[in-house]
């Protein structure tokens, strides 16, 4: 045997252009595979959201007349011309994006900047600033709408102890105190804004911490050795450097926040009158509880052209930082256009809320002013010799606004922790507020007995599994076909998956609802697991592109010349390098499905079938709200999440830094 001796392997490439046969010349090289590959996408994508839009505008054409529907042309259109309640949704909407953007870009880049210059600690303190984020928006509203009440809630007993509510009275940033923050009509909007930021901030500092990690380090010492104060350095190295990152994370935050429903539904229904209700309650008015679907259509139709221009113009920023387009703007014209779209909203805003614009004005004029003091007060000690002392007043200042940060985001979650182990009467008595006397299980056990909370909470993780293994294998393989695979109407397929992501439930509802009695699934966990991914597949797909497109090409290029066909190669090259991408599609799509309100408040009213947070919310019964097995129900629905983010976390900023980030 000694002298015998094989034939080496034939080494496999990739054909060249000379090898392709006449259909891969005009379909792409790789057209068999990315058919096979994009097939699952394609059909769930096309079934949930592209026919469902397509019969939504049909439905807005009829008006229904007993059991028929008539067809009524452009009526529905027309009417909303003189709805002052449609006028009002569409106003607040506007209010309630535009000054929830604002803050949440100003506090998430400030605790980013404090977290990346952290040396110690920055994973755990990350950790907690992430916490708002990954609670269900159903803890979120309780929470705080408990926080907030005028009789029973802390915040008012807090801030009249510590005198700051008299002093806001004085300023007339409140009318009179005690304040009835969700009850006053000049409150309830600020107060809506002030839960969505505390929800919002953390996504943004995540992603704009990935953007800092992505700045190359060299910029700074550059910067610093041509003399460059802190100030400059922000200005001319830092902003530039996330300019993508905040246009991708604004415009993205901007689509939800404007099509939102479920926070201001469980936080105050619309009220009082409808100061708070926005243009999607108007829609769930008309078509589901007066049964009215051609003008709840309409409603969320013709919206379409501010979340159509949303999208184009996150398309176009995507494209030309990718390099695939030129800057539309160069020169004087690049450099003004942020200022001049800044004064537009301003000027929008004080024209449409001129009561809430002032106050925000001033709440950001006075956190800006002291960040700025801070910063002045450092650089100053630093020009004159004195690095101790700077060094010294920059690292109380950044501690301080990190304490008052951390106070902001864990204080509501720690009185949800602390009100869940209270007995009934301190919870009505609110004897020992801030720490149970003695600690007790009994809203627990209350809990179970007195709702069937057990079968709610298998129905969410039944229905949050099955769903991110449907998004997660349809990602995967659609994924890699638009990352690495060459085929005719790439480009086309990613920019419609990148629509249909930022699509808002809002405009699908609707059609989905009629889809869903039409096939007789409602009422059932199916019409879950079967809508869900509307929402869950289409960022799973698009992130992972992202994420696909980052590994080395390199690499699947030698699997190939070693004798692996593509598939062996996707699987024993890239997927076990993409672990870090799937883990976090993996925990945003169970997350997602973990805290979906508006689609399980629509197709589902049996008790049986509810999850988490419809069933949350049917607990509160007119006035009477159960504030001690609210709060252990949003703890038991909460540590799920919390404990897999905890797990994931450093997962997670890579898969964003690689995918949603550098995608």
Same mark, same amino acid.
């Given at each position: 045997m000694t002298g015998v001796r094989t034939a080496p392997a034939p080494v496999k490439s990739p054909p060249g252009p000379g090898s392709l046969s006449r259909t891969q010349r005009r379909l792409g090289r790789d057209w068999r595979l990315a058919a096979l590959f994009l097939t699952p996408t394609a059909l769930l994508v096309g079934a949930l959201v592209l026919v469902p839009i397509i019969r939504s505008m049909v439905t807005s054409t009829t008006e229904r007349h007993g059991s028929e529907s008539v067809f009524v042309g452009l009526d529905n259109y027309i009417a909303l011309a003189g709805d002052d309640q449609f006028r009002t949704g569409v106003v607040n909407s506007f209010v309630f994006t535009a000054y929830a953007e604002v803050f949440k870009v100003v506090l998430g880049l400030a605790a980013a900047l404090l977290l990346h210059r952290l040396r110690r600690g920055r994973a755990l303190i990350t950790g907690l600033l992430l916490m708002p984020w990954v609670v269900p928006t159903v803890v979120t509203a309780f929470s705080w709408r408990s926080l907030l009440d005028p009789i029973f809630g802390s915040v008012n007993v807090l801030l009249t102890d510590s005198g700051i509510g008299p002093l806001l009275a004085s300023a007339h940033l409140v009318e009179s105190w005690p304040a009835g923050w969700l009850s006053d009509a000049s409150l309830a909007m600020p107060s809506v804004i002030l839960v969505n930021v505390w929800k919002g901030v953390p996504f943004f500092t995540v992603c704009f911490l990935a953007g800092l990690k992505a700045i190359p380090a060299d910029q700074y010492e550059a910067a610093t050795i041509d003399g460059a104060s802190a100030w400059q350095r922000f200005a001319h190295v830092t902003l530039p450097g996330l300019r993508h990152v905040i246009t991708v994370t604004v415009t993205l935050s901007s689509i939800w926040t404007f099509n939102n429903f479920d926070l201001i539904w469980l936080l105050t229904q619309g009220g009082p009158g409808d100061v708070t209700a926005p243009y999607v309650l108007v829609a769930y008015s008309k078509a589901i509880l007066q049964l009215q679907y051609g003008a709840g259509a309409a409603v969320t139709l013709v919206m379409l052209p501010v979340i159509a221009a949303l999208v184009f113009f996150l398309v176009r920023t995507l494209r030309a930082d990718a390099g695939n387009e030129p800057p539309r703007w160069t020169g004087p014209v690049r450099t003004a256009l942020p200022w001049v779209i800044t004064a537009v909203v301003a000027g929008l805003l004080a024209w449409a809320s001129p009561q809430i614009f002032w106050k925000a004005a001033v709440v950001l004029g006075v956190i800006l002013l002291i960040?700025?003091?801070?910063?002045?007060?450092?650089?100053?000690?630093?020009?004159?010799?004195?690095?101790?002392?700077?060094?010294?007043?920059?690292?109380?200042?950044?501690? #301080?606004? #990190?304490?008052?940060?951390?106070?902001?985001?864990?204080?509501?979650?720690?009185?949800?922790?602390? $009100?869940?182990?209270?007995?009934?009467?301190?919870?009505? $008595?609110?004897?020992?507020?801030? %720490?149970?006397?003695?600690? $007790? %299980?009994?809203?627990?056990?209350?809990l179970f007995t007195n709702q069937p909370f057990g079968r709610w909470y298998l129905n969410t993780v039944l229905v949050s599994a099955a769903s991110t293994v449907v998004a997660l294998l349809c990602a995967v393989l659609a994924g890699y076909a638009l990352a690495r695979l060459r085929f005719r109407g790439a480009q086309g397929f990613t920019v419609t998956v990148l629509l249909t992501y930022v699509m808002p439930g809002a405009l699908l509802f609707i059609p989905l609802y009629q889809l869903l009695i039409g096939v007789r699934l409602t009422d059932s966990m199916w019409s879950l697991v079967l809508t869900y991914p509307t929402f869950t597949l289409p960022f799973a797909t698009w992130l992972l592109t992202g994420y696909f497109a980052s590994i080395p090409i390199e690499l699947e290029e030698a699997a190939l010349v070693d004798g692996c066909t593509r598939v062996q190669a996707f699987r024993q090259v890239v997927l076990p390098l993409a672990k870090p991408g799937l883990l976090a599609v993996a925990l945003f799509t169970l997350t997602n499905a973990w805290n979906e309100f508006l689609f399980a408040f629509v197709f589902i009213t049996k008790d049986e079938y509810k999850t988490l947070p419809v069933g949350m919310q049917s607990m509160i019964a007119g006035d009477v709200v159960p504030q001690g097995q609210l709060a252990a129900a949003s703890l038991l629905v909460s540590i799920p999440v919390v404990v897999m983010y905890a797990f994931g976390q450093r997962f997670l900023t890579e898969g964003l830094t690689a995918g949603a980030v550098k995608g």
């Open positions: 960040a700025a003091a801070v910063g002045r007060l450092a650089s100053g000690l630093r020009a004159h010799g004195g690095r101790r002392a700077s060094s010294l007043v920059s690292g109380l200042g950044s501690g #301080l606004a #990190l304490a008052g940060l951390l106070a902001f985001v864990l204080g509501p979650l720690y009185w949800i922790a602390v $009100t869940a182990f209270k007995s009934e009467g301190q919870v009505v $008595t609110r004897e020992h507020d801030l %720490w149970p006397t003695p600690w $007790t %299980w009994e809203q627990f056990g209350a």
